[in-house]
DNA sequence: AGAACCGTGCAACAAATGTTTCATGGCCGT
DNA sequence: ACGGCCATGAAACATTTGTTGCACGGTTCT
């Protein structure tokens, strides 16, 4: 067997082990069994917690192929490696086409944005409605296709909050705005790569002026993010398609909303029905039949 | 200096970057941004990619509160670490009563907006695909909530269709508009219950005109779906919250811009580089670090 | 202008890392 | 039973790690 098809260091591992000595063998189970472990604490660590000398992990890499530990533990670090963002090329190229290569692009689309709601943490979003809850005025921004949730959000939220939310630069230009943030105030800021400079002057402001920022990115190394008091996560580019995805950011706002109406108790509940039954008799809506 | 739960290492580190010098700033965007090269590779290592100081990141973990960049890459690490099934005993448990609650409604929020995604046709989004890919112009309606999806889909499409795309009543009054659906020309209308009559009005102006009409809705019953040749459901009620959701409604949107997109081919690729480029000409995004 | 201060890069430090060597002990084959 | 082989643990090795002291350059305050 010369060269064989690298597969995943783990398989390899597996299949190496049966005809490795007892001792090497144990080590082994240990990588596998705790690979994340592996990749980031040290050989005499592992070797403490296993019950193993340290010297074993070097044999054991050897044994497999590899030049030492450390190239073992590369390759382990590799694999583990999240999100590896290549698919671009590979997945977009691979769709046939056909009738069915439109019907399968958004199975695909929706499969993958499905998988990435899960993966948004409630907790996070609760710990920032809570802040919002406590904000005396909500400022809200959002540029570009991600101004699509900023609105949404700001509808949500005036339902029940309607004189203290407002979306920056709703009434004149957005600087003066960025003029007016206060301590106790929250301003939300919503964006994605490629990040707009305006967005970023948003939270920089936002940040000076003393005011609970919250951030709604698809990274926390987003430049809004820098300072902020809460950052909620979604992934833009987890679905494939032309354009980043930006049902992660809605869910964030609806839920957000809704958590926060709830923490408004019967007041909020209140102004809710106030507003309903306003529209109610401007009859915005089409009168349900009986 | 607001009083906050040590939550996350990178928060703490996001939330201290702003108030840092110059040189730490820009180490710890990179840490941010390569969290997880920071738990595997050394210090130098890192440096190196970064074109810093090896002594930054020491410095950079003191500033933030650590003794010293092991503990911080060690705190990273923790974060990192899959199944977090008890990274510290403490803090997890010290939520018995108040935000639990909240945490629950968000979480079974997503997952029924989460399930509820794959129900959606696919078969129909590309239908209604290929019906506004033939449309000589296109026309978006949404009020409310569903202004902010219409405004998505608005923008999405103006991106490589810009002269052919428009939202109803974006340079007047709604009626003006209502005369001037063609046939040939594609309306979108988004809706749910309750609702509006002005969607209704719109959606029956196209139907009179002879336009083709593509509804997104919650139901076949829906006043706007009828007589409408595409009809897109998606599922508003479906998850708990005071206000029912618009995920499906935002990823029908997306979807149907993706495939028409797609449908363009060249041409409509080349209207999205002529725009991006604009959008790099006028300097509308942070610019990439190098 | 002078002085104090701070941010920053460089270089030397001690500690910790992965590796190797060596001695030991058990195992199998002739 | 003897000799060769190999697995195994402990200790010594060279290297790399994270850290710290120091000097330089810029800014700010008096």
Same mark, same amino acid.
């Given at each position: 067997m010369a060269v064989s098809a690298k597969s995943s260091p783990l398989s390899e591992l597996r299949?190496?082990?049966?005809?490795?000595?007892?001792?090497?063998?144990e080590v082994g189970r240990f990588?596998?069994?705790?690979?994340?472990?592996?990749?980031?604490r040290s050989?005499?660590?592992?070797?403490?917690?296993?019950?193993?000398?340290?010297?074993?992990?070097?044999?054991?890499?050897?044994?497999?192929?590899?030049?030492?530990?450390?190239?073992l533990r590369a390759a382990l670090t590799e694999a583990r490696r999240p999100s590896q963002t290549s698919p671009f090329s590979g997945r977009a190229k691979n769709r046939r086409h056909g009738p069915n290569a439109d019907v399968a692009l958004i199975t695909d689309k929706l499969e993958a944005e499905a998988a990435g709601l899960p993966r948004i943490s409630a907790q996070t979003i609760a710990e920032a409605a809570r802040a919002l809850h406590e904000a005396k005025r909500i400022w809200i921004t959002g540029?570009?296709?991600?101004?699509?949730?900023?609105?949404?959000?700001?509808?949500?939220?005036?339902?029940?909050?309607?004189?203290?939310?407002?979306?920056?630069?709703s009434s004149g230009p957005d600087d003066l705005d960025l003029g007016a943030f206060r301590p106790g105030e929250a301003v939300i800021?919503? =964006?994605?790569?490629?990040?707009?400079? +305006?967005?970023?002057?948003? /939270?920089?402001? !936002?940040?000076? &002026? =003393?005011?609970?920022?919250?951030?709604? +990115?698809?990274?926390?190394? /987003?430049?809004? !993010?820098?300072? &902020?008091?809460?950052?909620?996560?979604?992934? +833009?580019a987890s679905s494939p398609g032309f354009f980043p995805s930006l049902t992660g950011a809605l869910a964030i706002a609806q839920s957000l909303a809704a958590v926060t109406f709830s923490l408004g108790g019967a007041a909020a509940k209140k102004r809710l029905q106030d507003t309903e039954a306003r529209l109610a008799a401007a009859s915005t809506y089409v009168s349900e039949k009986g």
């Open positions: 299949i190496a082990l049966p005809s490795l000595p007892l001792r090497l063998q990588v596998a069994a705790n690979d994340y472990d592996a990749t980031t050989m005499r660590d592992l070797a403490a917690e296993a019950g193993a000398d340290p010297a074993a992990f070097t044999r054991l890499a050897k044994a497999i192929g590899y030049s030492g530990w450390d190239e540029y570009r296709s991600c101004r699509s949730v900023a609105e949404l959000l700001n509808y949500e939220l005036r339902l029940f909050r309607p004189e203290q939310v407002q979306i920056v630069g800021v919503i =964006g994605f790569m490629p990040y707009t400079n +305006a967005s970023v002057r948003v /939270a920089q402001a !936002a940040y000076r &002026a =003393g005011a609970t920022l919250i951030a709604i +990115a698809d990274s926390v190394a /987003a430049p809004m !993010a820098e300072g &902020a008091d809460h950052v909620l996560l979604f992934e +833009a």
